[in-house]
Structure formats: C-alpha cells, structure tokens
C-alpha cells in the first residue's frame, strides 16, 4: 500500500518538474485555458503538498518525497526570479477565475453532459482556491475572498439539495488527498451530513 502510494507521488514528483521546466520554455506562448499555462506548476505544487501533508498524517514516511519535493520548489521560485512578472501574470489568471465563478455556479448541474460539466466546474473551483491561497501574501485580495465566500454559500447550498444526484453521476470528483478546505472535493462528507440532517428531521416528523 504504501508502495503504491510513494510512486504515485513519485510520478506527479516527475509532473511538477515537468511543468515548472515547460512553464519556463512556453513562457511567451503562455495563454488563459491554454496547453502552457502560467497556473499548471502552481497547481500541482499544491496538491502534492497537500497530499504529502494528508500521507505523513498517517503516519507514512515520505522524507526522500518532502526532500525532492522542496527541490522542485526552489526550481519554480529560481524560474520566478528569472522571468520576473510570473506572479503578476498569476494574478491576472486569478482574475479569469474570479469573472468566471459567477457563471459556474448560476449554472452548477444545470448543463449537459453533467458529468464533464461537474468535473471541469470543480476543477475550476480548485484553481481558484490554489490561486488566492498562492498569491494572498502579494496582492490584496479582500474584495475577492468576500465575493468567493458569498458565491461558494449559494454553490454549497446547491450541492446539498442535488447531494444525491451529484454522489450517482459525479462521484469521481471526491479526492481524499485534498484539503479540508475543499468542501467541494469530499462530497460524501456532505452527503452524510445530508443523510443526518434527514434522519433527524424523520425524528421529529414522526
């Protein structure tokens, strides 16, 4: 098990380095929803801390992973140095992200083929997050965490009332690695705060 666990870090070891090198190279061609974006090293430096933190919890040794991992930290902070303005061109994605939120959730399970809909607004919803939290130390991001908290209330209100819906169709959006904090990537967690609130209303119902 835990085999298996150290190559599959292994193997987005090799993904983050990948993207940090091709980052780099692309650096020019860099666009919004693009094959080379300036979010992709971002994005899997995040979630391989947040998996290495979820794996070492359990008591699993991960000392050679944290080691390599934190190379490949200094390598994207040597390639912010180089290019200079990669935080400000984070930023100005953060800003896609933030426009576009709004319409996600207006239109969260409304849109066909649902699942691939789900997945790409969940997706959407992780960058998001990975973004604010990335960049919160460089710019001032108040107004956009207040215009987020108030838009993730009314898309946590809809994943509870379509729970049961979203657990048939889109299960395969839970990822146990993910943060706490990523409500939206442990739906079964809320389907059995559902199931709860259901069994106690059935209570006082009968």
Same mark, same amino acid.
């Given at each position: 098990?835990?085999? #298996?666990?150290? #190559?599959?870090?292994?193997?987005?070891?090799?993904?983050?380095?990948?993207?940090? =090198?091709? !980052?780099?190279?692309?650096?020019? &061609? $860099?666009?919004?929803?693009?094959?080379?974006?300036?979010?992709?090293?971002?994005? +899997?430096?995040? +979630? @391989?801390?947040?998996?290495?933190?979820?794996?070492?919890?359990?008591?699993?040794?991960? +000392? =050679?992973?944290?080691?390599?991992?934190?190379?490949?930290?200094?390598?994207?902070?040597?390639?912010?140095?180089?290019?200079?303005?990669?935080?400000?061109?984070? %930023?100005? *994605? /953060?800003?896609?992200?933030?426009?576009?939120?709004?319409? !996600?959730?207006?239109? %969260?399970?409304?849109?066909?083929?649902?699942?691939? *809909? !789900?997945?790409?607004?969940?997706?959407?919803?992780?960058? $998001?997050?990975? /973004?604010? @939290?990335?960049?919160?130390? #460089? %710019? #001032?991001?108040?107004? @956009?965490?207040?215009?987020?908290?108030?838009?993730?209330?009314?898309?946590?209100?809809?994943?509870?009332?379509?729970?049961?819906?979203? @657990?048939? =169709?889109?299960? %395969?959006?839970?990822? =146990? !690695?993910?943060?706490?904090?990523?409500?939206?990537?442990?739906?079964?967690?809320?389907?059995?705060?559902?199931?709860? &609130?259901?069994? *106690?209303?059935?209570?006082?119902? +009968?």
């Amino acid at each position: 098990m835990n085999e #298996d666990i150290i #190559d599959t870090l292994q193997n987005s070891l090799k993904l983050y380095k990948k993207d940090v =090198e091709e !980052t780099d190279l692309n650096y020019e &061609s $860099l666009k919004h929803l693009g094959k080379y974006s300036i979010t992709h090293p971002y994005l +899997s430096k995040h +979630s @391989m801390a947040s998996a290495i933190e979820r794996y070492e919890a359990k008591g699993i040794n991960l +000392s =050679e992973i944290r080691v390599q991992y934190e190379e490949i930290n200094k390598r994207l902070e040597a390639f912010e140095q180089k290019r200079g303005n990669a935080r400000e061109k984070l %930023f100005e *994605e /953060l800003k896609h992200y933030i426009k576009a939120y709004p319409s !996600t959730v207006c239109y %969260f399970l409304e849109l066909d083929p649902i699942d691939l *809909e !789900t997945g790409n607004d969940i997706a959407g919803r992780d960058i $998001l997050e990975i /973004l604010m @939290m990335e960049l919160d130390h #460089d %710019f #001032d991001l108040h107004d @956009m965490k207040i215009k987020v908290e108030a838009l993730d209330n009314v898309l946590k209100c809809r994943f509870r009332l379509n729970i049961d819906l979203i @657990m048939k =169709e889109c299960s %395969f959006i839970e990822v =146990e !690695t993910a943060p706490e904090s990523f409500w939206w990537r442990h739906p079964s967690r809320i389907y059995l705060e559902v199931q709860k &609130s259901r069994e *106690e209303y059935a209570k006082f119902q +009968s």
